[in-house]
């Protein structure tokens, strides 16, 4: 998910993980796991954002500013995809959608 601002990421964030404990009282999920999230924004420490990106496995959900998500994918060794042409195609994408914004 991406989202603007600092803000709004928590705002998703929060709601999202209420959703995700809602869910543990549904008979139907009660006994499956629980979706990994991570929220990654500026203003915070980049490494411990990347880390919850690699540690105990990759997030379910991702929620992400546009720029702290570009920022990671071009300059972070740790946050690895699977191909790096993935990768590449993922920043080419955002990279997109940000210039849209600023053209809109």
Do not use: C, H
Not at 57 to 84: N, Y
């Amino acid at each position: 998910v991406l989202a603007p601002t600092r803000e709004l990421v928590i705002q998703i964030g929060k709601n999202l993980k209420a959703a995700n404990k809602a869910m543990r009282r549904i008979p139907e999920f009660k006994d499956s796991s629980q979706v990994k999230l991570a929220t990654i924004y500026g203003g915070l420490d980049k490494k411990e954002q990347e880390n919850a990106l690699t540690e105990f496995g990759k997030p379910g959900i991702l929620v992400s500013t546009t720029g702290r998500l570009l920022d990671v994918l071009q300059t972070s060794d740790e946050v690895a995809t699977t191909d790096e042409e993935a990768k590449s195609r993922i920043a080419k994408q955002v990279t997109a959608f940000l210039n849209s914004i600023s053209s809109w």
